[in-house]
């Protein structure tokens, strides 16, 4: 099956899952009003200095302030502080840097004190959003991501992916940025250029170069913690950072965001245009390729292994924590000591999904079953760095130690993705004490009963969970069978593992639910 992206858009948000072979590896929540993304570039204003951390405290529009360390001021710092001033003080033009004169770089080694004052005006760039309790963690080392090049300005310098190995497309690569890329830009070649032609690599830096003029007219009226140039919506980041030759479908159900990715992904791979659907089922898009029955059973403290045996995932504010458990796996034909290999590389390559999954940053600790042998160790140790390298954050894994604990640390740049997996008893709302006299399915044939006869609605439907789509269709003499009976109208039933069992929604013509009253 391959690689699926799947986007389904609601009123406030989009959810977008990436599957592969089926199997949900990558889950993302982009909400309309979600600021403070990865990749933004705001105008800060200095609130305090630190000297004793070398670090300041900075007001990007947060409720909680930015950090910024020393280190994280590119060594260009002051090249950027001056193109700040002098458009913000609209001094002379920055727009293409071609008539920039750029200023030594800092010292390495420098005190923030010395570079920054309390009120300075800093352009910074999210690279951690705002987590738990702190706020932003932010960079003065700008960069502007495209589809097969990075923009970095105030350099003069071209890199290339490591990725790219062979030293012919490497040398065929640089010819090519040295012959298009502009005065004081450096530039990063992703490893999707891989066998690019000119014409193309030439296009994504003149889009790239258009974003950082707009970002810099921007920058000369904006007010203090304005974002001055933004990243794309989750969705076309994923496209942008991912879509590739192993892609199979991309599938929306909203019209409007896919005639816009239709756009998109015929400027950035215009070959993958019909890989682009529209679903138009009415079953819900999650819903019919079973990824809401995933997102249930992948989110949970407990998660299952493929072929036996479970995973016990515990969050605390320093650490995660999973242990390695075998179940009730027989033993008798394949020994201890084969089933814990078995179990535990079976459970690596499920840590590394839900590493990817969850977006769990900083450091994990793997308790795995006990193993002796030290070939085994070592041979577990390889197949876990293996199954990460499809992840695109940055990991770095140890070797098991003699109690088979494995210590891993990934990149954390954005908030860990948790979602809720328990439920409330729908009969007791978690007090213990039944009402005997709530029922569920009455008060769905007594709403029913005013949606069609006192509030004369037509054409509606009837979103509820399995259980209740189970009890009211069957039969042949069903449930609604007997409404349509009784009515004369037709109820529309639709499964939505979704929604709790005593939930439901009625839904009109005009696809808006219906409010009772």
């Not at 809401?292 to 072929?307: A, D, H, M, S, Y």
Request: glycine share 6%; charged share 30%.
């Amino acid at each position: 099956m391959g690689n699926e992206l799947v986007i389904n858009s609601t009123n406030n948000n989009c959810r977008i899952a990436l599957l592969k072979d089926g199997k949900l590896f990558e889950y993302h929540i982009d909400r309309e009003d979600n600021k403070f993304t990865v990749g933004d570039i705001y105008l800060g204003t200095i609130k305090k200095i630190v000297p004793n951390l070398n670090a300041s405290f900075v007001d990007v529009g947060y409720n909680k302030d930015a950090f910024l360390h020393y280190l994280d001021l590119s060594p260009q710092f002051a090249s950027l502080q001056k193109a700040v001033r002098l458009v913000r003080h609209q001094q002379g033009n920055v727009d293409t840097l071609s008539e920039f004169v750029i200023e030594p770089y800092i010292d390495k080694l420098g005190k923030i004190g010395d570079l920054l004052t309390k009120g300075q005006e800093v352009l910074v760039q999210i690279v951690k959003e705002p987590i738990s309790t702190k706020g932003p963690r932010i960079s003065s080392e700008l960069s502007l991501p495209g589809r097969y090049i990075i923009l970095t300005p105030f350099v003069d310098t071209i890199g290339i992916s490591k990725k790219i190995t062979n030293a012919e497309e490497r040398d065929r690569l640089h010819r090519l940025l040295v012959s298009i890329k502009p005065k004081n830009f450096g530039v990063i070649v992703r490893t999707v250029a891989k066998g690019i032609d000119v014409a193309t690599l030439d296009g994504d830096l003149r889009d790239l170069i258009d974003k950082w003029k707009k970002g810099m007219a921007q920058l000369a009226t904006a007010l203090p913690g304005e974002k001055i140039i933004g990243e794309v919506n989750r969705a076309y980041t994923i496209l942008r950072d991912m879509l590739n030759e192993t892609f199979d479908s991309i599938i929306v159900d909203d019209k409007l965001l896919y005639s816009e990715i239709k756009q998109y992904i015929h400027a950035i791979a215009p070959d993958k245009e019909k890989i682009l659907k529209f679903h138009q089922s009415k079953v819900k898009l999650f819903e019919q390729l079973g990824i809401e029955r995933q997102l249930k059973t992948l989110f949970g403290q407990t998660v299952g292994i493929e072929g036996g045996g479970y995973l016990v995932i515990e969050h605390t504010e320093a650490m995660h924590v999973i242990d390695v458990n075998s179940g009730n796996r027989s033993v008798d034909e394949e020994g201890q000591e084969k089933m814990a290999l078995n179990v535990n590389l079976a459970a690596a390559r499920e840590i590394a999904r839900q590493l990817r999954l969850r977006d769990m940053g900083g450091i994990i600790v793997v308790d795995f079953i006990d193993i002796k042998d030290l070939e085994e160790r070592r041979l577990l140790y390889q197949k876990m760095k293996e199954f990460m390298k499809e992840d695109r954050a940055k990991a770095s894994v140890l070797p098991l130690s003699k109690f088979s604990v494995m210590q891993i640390t990934r990149q954390r740049a954005r908030p860990e993705m948790n979602l809720v997996t328990r439920e409330l008893c729908p009969s007791c709302n978690g007090t213990g004490k039944i009402d005997a006299s709530i029922l569920v399915s009455e008060r769905i044939e007594e709403d029913l009963r005013l949606v069609l006869m006192n509030q004369n609605e037509a054409g509606i439907k009837l979103l509820l969970h399995p259980y209740l789509y189970a009890y009211f269709t069957k039969n042949w003499m069903s449930k609604r069978v007997k409404w349509f009976l009784k009515y004369g109208r037709w109820v529309t039933l639709i499964e939505d593992s979704s929604m709790a069992v005593t939930d439901y929604k009625f839904i009109n013509k005009n696809q808006e639910e219906i409010e009772l009253h």
